[in-house]
């Protein structure tokens, strides 16, 4: 669970220049209740009172060097010179130390904390994204890191200077009248002590709430992701309606619940704040006309105390403010303290420059089983050999287990029990991330990033010179349809590739797998969403490749596996049937049923 000594350690790093910025504000603000003390000591001149012993001093000593007599007009010119120091003098030089330094460190800590999180998301494990959607992550990070972001300069730069101004009026009335110093700070104790334990309670409430808004924005990211299903199903209305009372739920809690308890939290403050300054007004005016203290003392205690009390307010304001954001960069610090993957690779510059791994492309999954859910296996004890080279076709119904066993070949997971080797070594003992570049996988649904073709190109191997990419092209027919767009290979794709047909996009996902120059490439399910003229273009790109390297082919359309040395029939989670195309044919069993279904257009079951 995150604490509040989590939140601070946001800012370890820059602890040093933090402590000199915080506590040079502090003076700075203490330097504030000069004037008004000084004032007091000018109307004790002017009234012909004595003035406080340090100021007699001071004038003594200007007098002494100066060989003036100590007249009102000397004393008045040393108040008035203390008064031009701590103002006029100290202008331009509070903002460089005060305000500059709060805001680097905060926007220095937002940029590292940036790095931080970027390496995370690139580390968590691919689980970990089935459960949470891109926009539920997003809107967590985001709230997060903003939030400390301007949380920092109004606890650093005001909150802390502010208590440090109280605890300097705290000291001056203790010097003029111990009674009303007294007086003074349990009031002061009180209301902060009240304010925090209904600030812990408010703060609770705003993380339930926190909850509630990030799934609010989840289901808006599912919306916007998702918005071709919405409108071919026509139920945009439905949508509306269901955020609608999400929006609803949210106004209530947060105005009836949460709203409501700051504002009866202010309106006791400010009831026990008006009522302390109108005792320490009396219990000054009681002191004066006893002649305990001087009138000059009078106004002092009685402006002091006044802005102290005008600093709760905005104290508790900012305390306020920090309890709204509490929850979320509490949720962002619970983000980041999430477990790396196992399969986290380094994510240290040049660490994959020289990649030491080359294989042959031998492929042995021994006594393999796994299940997401350990009491429900998806696979159980696979068995099977991959010859270097050789072009290996998994086919089955939908959920006997292709899929899976891919996922374990890239050690996105790793089995319950067996092993799998490439080339006699336990894929389970390289370094992951070496060991993938190794590999290369076309998808059903090709990922393309928002940028130029030749960017998602090569964004596996940016090195690569461009006539490399070209021949890669050539061999995944990409160059049929490059010339057609506006600008060749630096037209921008659009976000999710957009801009491009499926086929054309299954084709730039071929050519960035070849890119690579795998040594296992995997197409998973690579055409089974497009339509027949598509369809045969990935195959005839495909085609080309088999025999090239070792070759592993997921498919549903069993058109698409007729060429593979060898054809794997998974059922059940199990190994049911292997052999080429025509021995499977010939052997009558499940493939043939498949292969039945499929010619006389029937869905697969």
């Known amino acids: 669970m995150t604490s509040l000594r989590n939140i601070l350690g946001y800012y370890r790093k820059y602890r040093a220049i933090a402590f000199f910025s915080i506590v040079a504000s502090s003076l700075f603000e203490i330097i504030d209740l000069v004037v008004p003390y000084i004032i007091g000591q000018i109307l004790n001149v002017l009234s012909y009172q004595p003035v406080d012993k340090p100021i007699q001093v001071i004038t003594t000593q200007i007098a002494d060097l100066t060989n003036l007599e100590e007249e009102r007009f000397l004393s008045l010119g040393v108040l008035l010179g203390i008064i031009f120091v701590t103002t006029v003098i100290r202008a331009p030089i509070q903002p460089w130390i005060g305000s500059w330094f709060h805001w680097e460190i905060s926007l220095r800590a937002r940029r590292d904390h940036l790095r931080k999180v970027i390496a995370k998301i690139l580390t968590l494990p691919l689980g970990y994204y089935d459960e949470n959607n891109p926009g539920r992550i997003a809107g967590r990070i985001t709230r997060g890191i903003e939030n400390h972001t301007w949380t920092y300069p109004e606890i650093a730069g005001q909150l802390l200077p502010k208590l440090a101004r109280i605890l300097g009026i705290f000291a001056i009335i203790w010097l003029i009248e111990r009674w009303i110093a007294i007086a003074f700070l349990f009031s002061f104790i009180v209301i902060l002590a009240f304010s925090l ?6 703060i609770k409430q705003e993380e339930a709430i926190d909850k509630h808004i990030e799934n609010t924005e989840s289901r808006t990211s599912e919306i916007i992701t998702n918005i071709k299903t919405v409108k071919a199903f026509a139920t945009e209305a439905q949508e509306l309606a269901r955020q609608k009372q999400r929006f609803a739920r949210e106004y209530k809690v947060i105005t009836f619940r949460i709203h409501k308890g700051y504002v009866v939290l202010q309106t006791w403050e400010r009831t026990m704040i008006q009522a302390c300054v109108f005792l320490i007004l009396l219990f000054t005016l009681v002191a004066t006309v006893r002649g305990t203290i001087s009138l000059g003392h009078f106004i002092t205690t009685l402006t002091i105390s006044s802005m102290a009390y005008a600093e709760l307010e905005p104290i508790t304001q900012l305390a306020e403010v920090f309890a709204r954001r509490y929850a979320s960069m509490q949720r962002l610090h619970e983000f980041m303290e999430l477990p790396r993957g196992k399969d986290a690779a380094s994510l240290a510059p040049k660490y994959l420059a020289n990649n030491p791994y080359k294989f042959t492309g031998k492929l042995e999954f021994q006594h393999l089983t796994f299940g997401y859910d350990a009491s429900r296996p998806i696979l159980q004890d696979i068995n099977l050999l ?158 080309s490749i088999l025999g090239t390297r070792t070759t592993i082919i997921i498919a549903h359309r069993l058109s698409t596996v007729r060429e593979a040395d060898r054809i794997v029939v998974l059922d059940g989670g199990r190994i049911v049937e292997v052999g080429s195309h025509q021995e499977l044919l010939d052997r009558g069993g499940i493939y043939h049923r498949l292969h039945s279904l499929q010619e006389t257009g029937e869905l697969l079951a």
């Open 197 to 202: 334990k209904n600030l812990r309670t408010l």
């Open 386 to 543: 991959v010859q270097p080279y050789q072009t290996v076709a998994l086919v089955g119904r939908s959920g006997s287990g292709k899929s899976t066993l891919v996922k374990l070949l890239f050690r996105y997971f790793e089995p319950d029990r067996g092993k799998i080797l490439v080339d006699g070594e336990d894929i389970g003992t390289l370094d992951i991330a070496r060991y993938r570049r190794r590999l290369a996988i076309v998808h059903q649904d090709v990922d393309i990033f928002n940028g130029t073709v030749l960017d998602n190109l090569t964004y596996g191997n940016p090195q690569i010179s461009l006539s490399k990419v070209k021949e890669a092209c050539d061999i995944a027919r990409v160059e049929e349809f490059i010339h057609e767009l506006p600008k060749g290979y630096k037209t921008v794709v659009g976000e999710r590739g957009v801009r491009l047909s499926g086929g054309q996009r299954q084709r730039l996902g071929i050519a960035r797998a070849l890119i690579v120059d795998p040594d296992i490439l995997v197409f998973d399910e690579a055409t089974s969403s497009l339509d027949y003229e598509s369809e045969r273009s990935i195959q005839l790109a495909m085609r």
